[in-house]
């Protein structure tokens, strides 16, 4: 019965100590600290992409074709988007949104 329980508990810990950090935003302070713990865990070669993931969601709602939005709105979009998503997920989401981006500007083009 120990042994279940002692190999459960190693178990959750070590799920936990390697799961990948998530984006809290529910307040500019958790934000920041979720970032930087965020920013602070992935390997060296990936903060380039993570950074430049952010910026693309920060600045997505100014240069989204046929959109305007107020700032409430704006700040609204980003934390939605960015409430409870790792790294992985950030990048992958920033690279979704520019391709759809590029496809609604093709489509204008025609």
């Known amino acids: 019965m120990h042994k279940t329980i002692i190999f459960a508990l190693i178990t959750a810990l070590s799920t936990t100590a390697t799961a990948e950090p998530r984006v809290d935003a529910s307040t500019d302070e958790k934000l920041q600290a979720s970032l930087t713990k965020m920013?602070?865990?992935?390997p060296a070669g990936s903060k380039k992409k993570l950074e430049d993931a952010i910026q693309n969601l920060v600045y997505m709602d100014f240069f989204w074709p046929d959109r305007k939005y107020s700032n409430e709105q704006i700040e609204a979009n980003l934390r939605e988007r960015l409430t409870g998503r790792t790294a992985t997920a950030l990048i992958e989401l920033s690279e979704q949104l520019i391709a759809e981006q590029?496809?609604?500007?093709?489509?204008?083009?025609h």
């Open 39 to 42: 920013y602070e865990s992935v």
């Open 102 to 109: 590029k496809i609604l500007r093709s489509q204008e083009n």
